[in-house]
């Protein structure tokens, strides 16, 4: 009798071939799956993170500015009262300080600084060694250094030098029309018309430019840089004729000529090459 021993004859190897077979998994693969799981789940859980720091970031800044604004009107208060208070005088300055760093715009920025600006100034004509003064003096015409762009720093030195007028925010000298039509204090009627008035003619003279220029770009370019030129010039010619701008005939000049650029400056050109 011949006895059969082979495994594939055997009832439980031949059933055992009826499974499906699991392909294998290289090495090599199973650590890229890893790798870009790893990294996905990475990536979410830190995009979540910012989004949730992000919005604490938000939250704290908001309440800043609240407490900035707090502060601020109760060192106003107190300084108003107490005007040669020289304490009230440079907390107020530094209240200033800290409201212009979270102003809207860049003329709510001049209009808190230049407030601390002149409360420093005038603890200085009574205290010249204050420290804190001179401390806060800065700090505040920091803020105006700010706007550092062309028309900006233009508007900085004419807001402080020409008596609270802007010669090329026009926005601003509206708010400051108000203010003057309900008789505050250091704005004019006058200087925000005539500022808001030689800008419109600054910016009508540059639509009229460009429309009789005719297609012609660099011949826009150079007529409009010589005017502005010019217009700087006579500025510079006019105001050393006069060793302060106290002088309305001056002052006005320099509001007019300043306007009128800016005016031109500003005007889109859409002449072709």
């Not at 430019?209 to 030129?229: D, F, M, P, S, W």
Request: hydrophobic residues 50%; proline residues 3%.
């Amino acid at each position: 009798m011949t006895i059969i021993n082979r495994p594939d004859m055997l009832a439980i190897s031949n059933c055992g071939s009826l499974r499906p077979r699991i392909p294998r998994v290289s090495l090599r693969v199973r650590r890229k799956v890893l790798l870009r799981l790893f990294l996905v789940t990475t990536l979410a859980g830190f995009g979540f993170g910012n989004s949730v720091r992000g919005g604490e970031a938000e939250v704290k800044l908001a309440s800043f500015a609240v407490r900035a604004r707090e502060i601020f009107a109760a060192a106003q208060k107190r300084h108003l009262a107490e005007p040669t208070n020289a304490v009230a005088a440079w907390e107020f300055a530094r209240a200033c300080f800290d409201r212009a760093e979270f102003a809207t715009n860049d003329t709510e920025r001049v209009i808190i600084a230049d407030q601390g600006i002149a409360a420093c100034r005038r603890l200085l004509e009574r205290q010249t060694g204050s420290a804190p003064a001179h401390y806060y003096l800065g700090m505040n015409l920091g803020q105006l250094a700010l706007l550092l762009r062309a028309r900006f720093l233009v508007d900085a030195v004419s807001y402080l030098r020409l008596g609270h007028v802007f010669v090329a925010n026009m926005t601003g000298n509206v708010v400051f029309l108000g203010f003057a039509v309900a008789d505050a204090k250091d704005f004019s009627i006058p200087t925000s018309l005539t500022a808001i008035v030689a800008f419109l003619l600054g910016a009508l003279a540059g639509g009229r430019l460009g429309a009789r220029v005719g297609g012609h770009r660099g011949r826009y370019l150079t007529i409009a840089t010589y005017v502005e030129i010019a217009l700087v010039g006579a500025a510079l010619i006019v105001s050393p004729l006069a060793r302060d701008l106290d002088g309305a005939l001056v002052r006005y000049t320099l509001i007019v000529l300043l306007a009128l650029v800016m005016g031109f400056h500003v005007t889109p050109t859409s002449v072709d090459r």
